[in-house]
């Protein structure tokens, strides 16, 4: 139900119904950031409001379509603005480009506020939730297209590449400002490099076939136990298929073939076992994507191997291993626990890029791993806003940005 635009000349039961409308969504917009998905109900809305829940039935249907709501009053305009100061900054957007404002765009994405939170959390649910993701695709989705979509004497291929390259990032940092220390990281460095490469981007090239086939899906574990190997894999799945809420321990046992009983013999909670799952998955997966960089960059170069890496975390047909990865960074901005599991990969990832002598000084090194975390996940949700994404030719930009 959208709000009027302004209390004038209204009735005092008008005026009464737009301030309470206004104090729902408000709230709404707190129990996104701060609970998460599952604090989107009626009875915690209306708590954190002030209010009983009627007002909520009186208006939406359901926590789907306040959510809907939420994202289309509040968090996509924060979302689309923040993102247009990125571009905008950056010379992509009608604008000369302003390195100074382009740090300091991109710092407003790394520290994000409640509205910016909120619409990181509801952007990443709307992978499991129709009403949700119609919302997000008529708003924020239709401007990334019109963003990074190639048109004929408007937009060249090298324009709609440099944009989507910036989103990914811009939507990176955003989704990993949970983590902790981020105040203590200076990304000034890199984003000055990228400002360079931005402003004299290389010509698109063929880029080696090189599919990245452990993007496929979980790569499968072997603990030396195979029914938690099974337990461990289905979790991931089921979560990467209906989200984490949505994948009941009845599903997800059935998928591993085992019983209820092997579950909780061996974890207390649905949750600890997606939290197991996750950590020794990240792990996995950290290894692997380096492994796949190093490999390309050693016939073809890092600016090359960047732009097929990216290409390849956008591939169509890897929605389930996307949408999975998404949620796991999702419910670990909610689980102190996997966010500092996945802390503790990324500082023995930092040390290991400080001793392989990557051109920086130990004070940068958090910088860049940052840059390249960030990337990785921006990347990786793209696709959810932009499916034609990976079709674009990152080279352009990460050519003249490593090479």
Same mark, same amino acid.
């Given at each position: 139900?959208?709000?009027? &635009?302004? &209390?004038?000349?209204?009735?005092?039961?008008?005026?009464?119904?737009?301030?309470?409308?206004?104090?729902?969504?408000?709230?709404?917009?707190?129990?996104?950031?701060?609970?998460?998905?599952?604090?989107?109900?009626?009875?915690?809305?209306?708590?954190?409001?002030?209010?009983?829940?009627?007002?909520?039935?009186?208006?939406?249907?359901?926590?789907?379509?306040?959510?809907?709501?939420?994202?289309?009053?509040?968090?996509?305009?924060?979302?689309?603005?923040?993102?247009?100061?990125?571009?905008?900054?950056?010379?992509?957007?009608?604008?000369?480009?302003?390195?100074?404002?382009?740090?300091?765009?991109?710092?407003?994405?790394?520290?994000?506020?409640?509205?910016?939170?909120?619409?990181?959390?509801?952007?990443?649910?709307?992978?499991?939730?129709?009403?949700?993701?119609?919302?997000?695709?008529?708003?924020? #989705?239709?401007?990334?297209?019109?963003?990074? &979509?190639?048109?004929?004497?408007?937009?060249?291929?090298?324009?709609?590449?440099? @944009?989507?390259?910036?989103?990914?990032?811009?939507?990176?940092?955003?989704?990993?400002?949970?983590?902790?220390?981020?105040? #203590?990281?200076?990304?000034?460095?890199?984003?000055?490099?990228?400002?360079?490469?931005?402003?004299?981007?290389?010509?698109?090239?063929?880029?080696?076939?090189?599919?990245?086939?452990?993007?496929? +899906?979980?790569?499968?574990?072997?603990? #030396?136990?195979?029914?938690?190997?099974?337990?461990?894999?289905? /979790?991931?799945?089921?979560?990467?298929?209906? +989200?984490?809420?949505?994948?009941?321990?009845?599903?997800?046992?059935?998928?591993?073939?085992?019983?209820?009983?092997?579950?909780?013999?061996?974890?207390?909670?649905?949750?600890?076992?997606?939290?197991?799952?996750? @950590?020794?998955?990240?792990?996995?997966?950290?290894?692997?994507?380096?492994?796949?960089?190093? +490999?390309?960059?050693?016939?073809?170069?890092?600016?090359?191997?960047?732009?097929?890496?990216?290409?390849?975390?956008? @591939?169509?047909?890897?929605?389930?291993?996307?949408?999975?990865?998404?949620?796991?960074?999702?419910?670990?901005?909610?689980?102190?626990?996997?966010?500092?599991?996945?802390?503790?990969?990324?500082?023995?990832?930092?040390?290991?890029?400080?001793?392989?002598?990557?051109?920086?000084?130990?004070?940068? /090194?958090?910088?860049? /791993?940052?840059?390249?975390?960030?990337?990785?996940? +921006?990347?990786?949700?793209?696709?959810?806003?932009?499916?034609?994404?990976?079709?674009?030719?990152?080279?352009?930009?990460?050519?003249?940005?490593?090479?």
């Amino acid at each position: 139900m959208p709000a009027p &635009t302004s &209390t004038r000349a209204l009735r005092p039961p008008q005026q009464r119904v737009l301030r309470n409308h206004e104090r729902l969504i408000d709230a709404a917009l707190v129990a996104a950031d701060e609970d998460g998905w599952s604090g989107l109900n009626f009875a915690n809305v209306a708590a954190r409001a002030g209010l009983s829940r009627r007002p909520l039935q009186d208006r939406f249907t359901d926590a789907s379509h306040l959510a809907a709501a939420v994202w289309a009053e509040k968090a996509d305009p924060a979302l689309s603005g923040a993102l247009a100061d990125v571009l905008t900054a950056a010379g992509l957007l009608d604008a000369e480009p302003n390195v100074k404002a382009l740090i300091a765009a991109t710092d407003a994405l790394a520290h994000p506020g409640t509205e910016l939170r909120a619409a990181a959390e509801l952007m990443l649910v709307s992978q499991f939730d129709l009403v949700l993701r119609s919302a997000v695709r008529d708003g924020l #989705g239709a401007q990334m297209e019109r963003w990074c &979509t190639p048109e004929p004497r408007l937009v060249t291929r090298a324009d709609a590449a440099r @944009r989507g390259y910036l989103i990914s990032l811009g939507l990176g940092l955003l989704l990993a400002g949970h983590r902790p220390g981020i105040d #203590g990281i200076d990304m000034r460095h890199e984003i000055r490099l990228l400002a360079q490469a931005l402003a004299a981007p290389a010509k698109p090239t063929a880029l080696p076939r090189v599919r990245a086939r452990h993007l496929d +899906g979980p790569t499968p574990f072997d603990t #030396g136990d195979a029914t938690l190997d099974d337990l461990l894999q289905a /979790v991931l799945e089921q979560v990467g298929a209906d +989200g984490f809420d949505g994948a009941s321990v009845e599903r997800i046992v059935s998928a591993a073939g085992s019983s209820q009983g092997a579950l909780f013999g061996r974890y207390e909670t649905k949750l600890d076992l997606f939290i197991d799952a996750t @950590r020794r998955q990240h792990a996995i997966s950290m290894r692997s994507n380096h492994d796949y960089i190093q +490999g390309i960059a050693a016939g073809h170069g890092a600016g090359v191997a960047d732009a097929v890496t990216l290409r390849e975390f956008q @591939r169509p047909g890897r929605e389930l291993a996307r949408a999975h990865l998404m949620e796991q960074l999702r419910i670990s901005w909610h689980e102190e626990s996997l966010l500092l599991a996945q802390e503790e990969e990324l500082e023995v990832f930092a040390r290991e890029e400080f001793t392989m002598g990557i051109g920086r000084t130990r004070k940068q /090194v958090p910088g860049y /791993v940052h840059f390249g975390y960030a990337l990785g996940l +921006g990347a990786t949700a793209l696709p959810v806003l932009f499916p034609a994404c990976w079709t674009l030719p990152y080279d352009v930009v990460t050519i003249p940005l490593l090479d």
